[in-house]
């Protein structure tokens, strides 16, 4: 074998083992009790191993703007954070066309510390183009209901029709849901007030806006069979309606069970993004929390798009950058939410790497430690307490906004195909070593 991480615990859905996990060419070779003879041997005594997290919704800015954030940084700070694969899509250099995305994938065969998949985006205009990008390799088409981050909104005819043509090869869509007249009207009430401050964003992209179009597209989804993802569900009341109309899996992220409302008032650009946090209070985030836990919410990704502190701080609120850097906090953040018994480990692991793997296609290669798998691995104490700290932070944007957060469950080591490539919150492999994963079935 080439490498044996001996003596620690392994967590499935299924529950929990204290196994040896061995390794032989970048994949499982064995979970088992007996001792076997490996090149390298890690003690993980004490320790918890899990499958490496699928982050399936990231922003590494590279290509487009990099000066927020770079595939060498940001797939670093995905290593740190145990992540071991991520899904990326860049808004200001979309991948619309099959050339597109293989050119883009060749740019990132030498930026990337670990795997990384690509996404697609449904351009209005130019909605035929997405079953082709699918079928060379995208694991998802992204389509955005209003007009964010300078993609144009489409309507519910472009979307029936985005629908009805990526049904008819089996895509998927992930759809980022504000309604566009909704939002358009709000910020043109907004900005004739005169109002600049924080507190416009939960006004600017409502609570109404985001259930709105959730709607529409469930009901679109449901009359084309399309295979389709409500991106980043902020509110118990969009997860309950979605569910109630059902035909379309559930995104949330860390952001919606830890954020609060009214936070964006007092830290203003250091809290935009969209959808905003809604929970107004303690009980909203254990609502949240509730539905993750009992399945509602099928998985956590992060809408990873950070900004520099600089950033942040140009310009008016209506101007600066929507987004938050989150993909190195999120396990920690999960962590210690089941510390915390707000859910368990092994549906932690289930909402992390498991489901996203299943659903963008890549399980059982990814999201699972069985032979046979990538070795993607990251061995972690839950027992360790510590404080999240903007200095800790890898990542271009060099800030979180949990800062100052004590938790419980930290992140020790990570593995990328058997590969170490971060330790103790820092990376310690160099980009390249990741790999552009694709869908078994994907065209050349």
């Not at 954030?69 to 250099?93: K, Q, R």
């Not at 060379?136 to 472009?158: E, I, M």
């Not at 309950?240 to 954020?259: N, T």
């Not at 800062?403 to 990328?416: N, Q």
């Amino acid at each position: 074998m080439d490498l044996a991480v001996l003596g620690g615990t392994v967590v499935t859905p299924a529950g929990r083992q204290r196994v040896h996990v061995y390794v032989r060419e970048g994949r499982v070779a064995a979970l088992s009790s007996e001792r076997l003879s490996a090149r390298e041997e890690v003690d993980a005594t004490g320790l918890l191993v899990l499958p490496g997290v699928v982050d399936a919704h990231v922003h590494f800015m590279d290509p487009g703007d990099p000066s927020r954030e770079d595939f060498p940084t940001g797939s670093a700070a995905a290593a740190v954070g145990g992540a071991t694969t991520v899904i990326e899509h860049t808004h200001a250099a979309p991948v619309v066309t099959p050339e597109e995305l293989r050119r883009k994938a060749e740019y990132l065969r030498t930026r990337s510390v670990v795997d990384f998949g690509l996404a697609a985006h449904a351009w209005k205009g130019r909605l035929g183009e997405a079953p082709a990008a699918w079928e060379a390799g995208a694991l998802y088409v992204k389509a955005f209901t209003c007009t964010t981050h300078g993609v144009p909104g489409l309507s519910a005819a472009d979307l029936l029709d985005l629908f009805q043509a990526l049904s008819a090869v089996g895509g998927i869509c992930l759809v980022h849901a504000e309604d566009e007249a909704l939002t358009a009207e709000a910020e043109r009430r907004l900005r004739e007030a005169g109002r600049t401050d924080g507190g416009l964003v939960p006004e600017w992209r409502s609570r109404e806006a985001e259930q709105v179009a959730a709607a529409a597209v469930c009901v679109l989804a449901r009359c084309t069979g399309a295979r389709v993802v409500i991106a980043h569900a902020s509110s118990p009341e969009v997860v309950d309606l979605v569910r109630a109309l059902g035909g379309v899996h559930v995104e949330s992220c860390p952001q919606y069970f830890h954020l609060l409302e009214g936070e964006v008032q007092h830290h203003g650009a250091f809290r935009k993004f969209t959808p905003p946090a809604r929970a107004r209070t303690e009980e909203d985030l254990l609502a949240m929390w509730e539905r993750l836990r009992n399945g509602r919410i099928d998985y956590v990704a992060t809408d990873h798009a950070p900004a520099t502190r600089r950033q942040k701080l140009e310009g008016s609120i209506w101007d600066v950058h929507f987004g938050l850097p989150g993909v190195e906090t999120t396990l920690t953040l999960m962590l210690n939410g089941a510390a915390a018994g707000r859910l368990s480990l092994e549906r932690l692991v289930q909402a992390l790497c498991e489901t996203p793997a299943r659903v963008y296609g890549l399980y059982p290669r990814k999201g699972t430690l069985q032979p046979g798998s990538d070795a993607d691995l990251v061995l972690v104490d839950p027992a360790r307490e510590h404080v999240l700290a903007d200095d800790r932070i890898v990542s271009k944007a060099g800030w979180t906004p949990y800062a100052g957060l004590r938790v419980r469950g930290a992140v020790v080591r990570t593995y990328v195909r058997g590969r170490r490539v971060a330790e103790e919150g820092q990376p310690v492999a160099e980009p390249g070593w990741g790999r552009w994963v694709r869908r078994a079935e994907a065209s050349e």
